[in-house]
Nanobody, 114 residues
Framework: QVRLVESGGGSVQAGGSLRLSCAASESISSIDVMGWYRQAPGKQRELVALITSGGSINYVDSVKDRFTISRDNAKNTVVLQMNNLKPEDTAVYYC????????WGQGTQVTVSS
């Protein structure tokens, strides 16, 4: 069982930045894939970005060149740096860890106003 705790959400105006952090309860060096997902009201949860244990990274097209995902194995933390935020980025953001099973954090709200 991997416990994940997100932090860093909040409210910003369009063009602003936020930094989301996900702290894991155990070493993330053994976790195959860690990622961030988001779910806007009335929409399905979607992948935002993921990073593998080998350092491979993928982003959904809508956040490329604006968001950056990174992992710090020493701190058991995954960070999502979000720049140039847009109103359509408004959602609850969830941290995810994949190791045989899927583990989820409780989510953190990101609200971007125009």
């Amino acid at each position: 069982q991997v416990r994940l705790v997100e932090s860093g959400g909040g409210s910003v105006q369009a063009g602003g930045s936020l930094r989301l952090s996900c702290a894991a309860s155990e070493s993330i060096s053994s976790i195959d894939v860690m990622g961030w997902y988001r779910q806007a009201p009335g929409k399905q949860r979607e992948l935002v970005a993921l990073i593998t244990s080998g350092g491979s990274i993928n982003y959904v097209d809508s956040v490329k060149d604006r968001f950056t995902i990174s992992r710090d194995n020493a701190k058991n933390t995954v960070v999502l740096q979000m720049n140039n935020l847009k109103p359509e980025d408004t959602a609850v953001y969830y941290c995810n860890a994949q190791r045989v099973h899927n583990f989820w954090g409780q989510g953190t709200q990101v609200t971007v106003s125009s």
